[in-house]
């Protein structure tokens, strides 16, 4: 036969109940419970029980005893009955079908139990003090291949997919290790694992049996095949058997391992031979089994507390980071291990629209945006995604499956698209394949394990280790924690804004008062001074002197109020926006502040300036303040070269003023905008500290916005961008 997945697709569809034939170790009739008549046998009847049972009649009266307890058992509701046929050297095992009672009949006296319930004992008291379910498993493989003297005794573990890992394993060196290999779910199907679910014992004595047929194949009453899912001696499926010939295996147990109602794994026995064990010691095995799925049930309640427990700790962890830090992220991303731990993770990124910080193995930048733009696309929104083969729900992302196929993300802002994602590797690559270790000189045939591993690989490609539930509720939990720490930071700097929002407003009401009642002494004494002057013709130069500084200083003083003044108010009037003649306004300026300049050298170089929208007084303020600075920071230069340009570009209309002069370093631009923050000393240059305040402080009223640039003893630049017509609607404040 030649191989082809439609054999294999044919195996996964045999139904394994009805086979119509039994293993040879034994014999099967059924009985009609009414009249004690058999309905049918299996073929091998007479080897065991001669006369006694013959199809069509009733058996002879030396089976009466057992019979007369068959049909009290028969009576009841216990599922299955035993007893000894002692003069055949027998045991008698049955179970209902339908109507109709199954019984079959194995060789073997009474066992020697006292020994074997020795070795229960003392299993079950290392299985209690075991507290690792890893050891636990252990255990039983070896509990069990000490009691059964199988060649090697595996655990196997299904995953959510049905894809089994041998998770321990015990043996005697007969047959090689699979420990740690892998299967895919079709080496066990769905209906032989639905069939383990309800009968958790099978065992297989000598691979090269010859089946025996049923007589007649099917129940003469009603036409049906013998449903034989509990059966002992059930003919198994020709596909595994030779599965089992390939694997270099004779003899097979299985035992299964039920947990919460669902088939976590199986016991696997083998041996290199053929090989049997007797029923009493099958049902010690399957009690091993069970108590084993007990312990391992509370045993992994335990360990998914303590987990969580493990995970609530490194979420404090990366909490307390965060919170110690101005900036959240910087917090986070200094743990960067304790990130990847949160969720046994290999690589995690924070992504915000402007921000990318990752750690560990991660895709690159441009994978990552475009893998948030799905996740944002989802309907669930923000949500946590999880997912443990990337490629499935978003096929792009098979080009990084092998670094991320496990994902798990969550949105940590209502407002942005700002996301935290963790990734694990595909598996294929995480999977421990030392020295193919199942590999045997002359394995051959279409299925066998080796095979079976490279089906499996196929199968995960692409695929990740799960998270489980512990590792998604840390990452809400985490999520949680840094939703609080941004929060809690934007509260701060609400209360800080608002802060000072409120001190801004007090200091614009008291600037406004104090510059309003200090004006007018001002004017008084600069006048005073001047009338003095003119009334006292007798003073001499000293006086006339002191009377000048008096009133320069009053002068000064007053204009410093004046511009207070006009700061204060910036605040509260309101714009109104008109097309203003730069070219014009310029001219005028550039006119009043030359006009005395001491007869100084500029060089003017005025471009043509495009028209802007805004307040004309105010922006000839602008105007004025930065060309006065550039005439007056350029003192020094024996020629003085300022130029004044415009143009559009987009929506805003740019404006500069560079100058040759004293310029200043960049360090301090920051400052260069502030209420009396001035670079140079101030009595080397005259002025109030509070021109470039108001300039800034004019341009954003416009909703424009300023810069400068400028190097120490080399010139500065101011430029400001005034939004343009194109954007008129929504141009000033
Ligand atoms: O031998 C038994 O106890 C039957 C249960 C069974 C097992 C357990 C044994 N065992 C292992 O220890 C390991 C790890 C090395 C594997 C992979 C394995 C497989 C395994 N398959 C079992 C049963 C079946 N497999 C059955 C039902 C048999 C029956 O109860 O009648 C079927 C139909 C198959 C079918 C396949 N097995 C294959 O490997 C493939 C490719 C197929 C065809 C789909």
């Known amino acids: 036969m030649t191989p082809s997945d439609l054999d294999l697709e044919a195996c996964a ?247 919460d109602g669902r088939l976590w794994g199986l016991i696997s026995c083998h041996s290199a031979g053929a090989h049997t064990v007797s029923h009493a010691l099958r049902e010690t095995c399957d009690f091993a089994a069970q108590t084993l799925a007990m312990r391992i049930g509370s045993l992994a309640r335990a360990e998914d507390a303590a987990r969580r427990v493990e995970l609530s700790q490194v979420t404090t962890r990366l909490l307390s980071a965060m919170s110690a830090e101005n900036d959240w992220l910087d917090g986070l991303v200094s743990q960067g291990e304790g990130l990847l731990e949160q969720v046994t993770a290999t690589g995690a990124c924070v992504i915000t629209p402007t921000e990318l910080r990752s750690f560990g193995i991660t895709p690159a930048e441009e994978d990552l945006r475009r893998l948030v733009s799905f996740l944002e696309a989802r309907p669930e929104g923000r949500d946590l995604f999880a997912t443990q083969s990337l490629a499935a729900d978003y096929p792009a992302g098979e080009a990084f499956g092998a670094i991320a196929s496990g994902v798990l993300a969550i949105g940590i802002s209502e407002l942005h698209a700002s996301w935290l994602i963790w990734f694990r590797p595909e598996l294929v690559r995480t999977v421990q394949w030392g020295g193919n270790p199942h590999k045997r000189v002359g394995e051959s045939g279409r299925i066998h394990p080796r095979k079976s591993f490279d089906a499996w690989r196929e199968l995960v490609r692409l695929q990740a280790e799960p998270w489980n539930e512990a590792e998604l509720a840390a990452a809400r939990n985490l999520r949680a924690a840094i939703v609080g720490v941004v929060l809690r930071k934007a509260e701060e700097m609400a209360q800080l804004s608002s802060d000072l929002q409120r001190s801004n407003k007090e200091l614009e009401a008291f600037s406004y008062s104090v510059s309003h009642d200090l004006r007018a002494p001002f004017r008084h004494i600069v006048g005073f001074a001047e009338l003095l002057r003119e009334r006292e013709t007798t003073l001499d130069d000293k006086s006339r002197h002191y009377l000048q500084t008096i009133s320069e200083a009053a002068i000064s003083a007053g204009r410093l109020v004046d511009d207070l003044l006009s700061f204060s108010q910036l605040g509260r009037a309101s714009i109104v926006p008109k097309p203003m003649d730069m070219n014009k306004l310029v001219a005028d300026v550039v006119k009043s502040v030359t006009l005395d300049n001491g007869g100084r050298r500029i060089e003017w170089s005025v471009s043509d300036l495009p028209p802007a929208l805004g307040d004309v007084t105010l922006i000839r303020q602008v105007w004025f303040n930065l060309i006065d600075n550039a005439v007056k920071y350029t003192q020094p230069r024996s020629v003085a070269t300022i130029a004044i340009r415009g143009y559009v570009r987009d929506d805003m209309t740019i404006y500069s003023v560079s100058d040759n002069g004293v310029g200043f370093d960049m360090a301090y631009v920051g400052k260069l905008f502030g209420v009396f923050q001035r670079l140079q000393r101030a009595e080397d240059f005259e002025g109030t500290g509070i021109g470039l305040a108001l300039v800034r402080r004019i341009i954003e009223r416009h909703n424009g916005s300023i810069e400068a640039e400028g190097e120490v003893d080399q010139g500065a630049t101011f430029t400001f961008y005034l939004p343009n017509e194109m954007r008129k609607g929504r141009a000033i404040a």
């Open 13 to 259: 569809r045999e139904p394994i109940r009805v086979p119509g034939a039994i293993q040879p170790h034994g014999a099967l009739f059924v009985l009609r419970p009414q009249d004690q008549v058999v309905m049918q046998v299996s073929a091998n009847l007479s080897d065991y029980l001669q006369d006694d049972v013959v199809l069509g009649q009733c058996p002879s009266a030396a089976l009466d005893a057992a019979i007369t307890a068959l049909l009290n058992w028969h009576a009841g509701r216990q599922a299955f009955f035993q007893t000894r046929l002692a003069g055949q050297g027998l045991t008698l095992l049955a179970h209902r079908a339908g109507p109709l009672i199954v019984c079959e009949v194995e060789p073997g006296g009474p066992e020697q139990m006292d020994e074997v319930f020795g070795q229960l004992r003392s299993f079950v008291q290392k299985l209690s003090d075991e507290t690792d379910i890893s050891r636990s498993l252990v255990l039983v493989t070896q509990f069990i291949a000490e009691l059964t003297g199988f060649d090697r005794v595996l655990l196997y573990r299904f995953d959510d997919e049905w894809n089994g890992q041998v998770v321990a394993e015990s043996g005697n060196g007969r047959l090689p290790s699979y420990l740690g290999l892998r299967f895919p779910a079709s080496d066990i199907p769905a209906q032989a694992r639905a069939l383990y679910a309800s009968n958790r014992l099978r065992i297989i004595p000598d691979v090269n049996y010859t089946a025996v047929p049923l007589v007649p194949p099917h129940n003469p009453q009603t036409g049906e095949p013998l449903d034989m899912s509990f059966a002992q001696l059930r003919s198994v499926s020709p596909v595994h058997l030779e599965y089992m010939r390939n694997m270099g295996t004779g003899a097979s147990m299985s035992v299964s391992i039920m947990i």
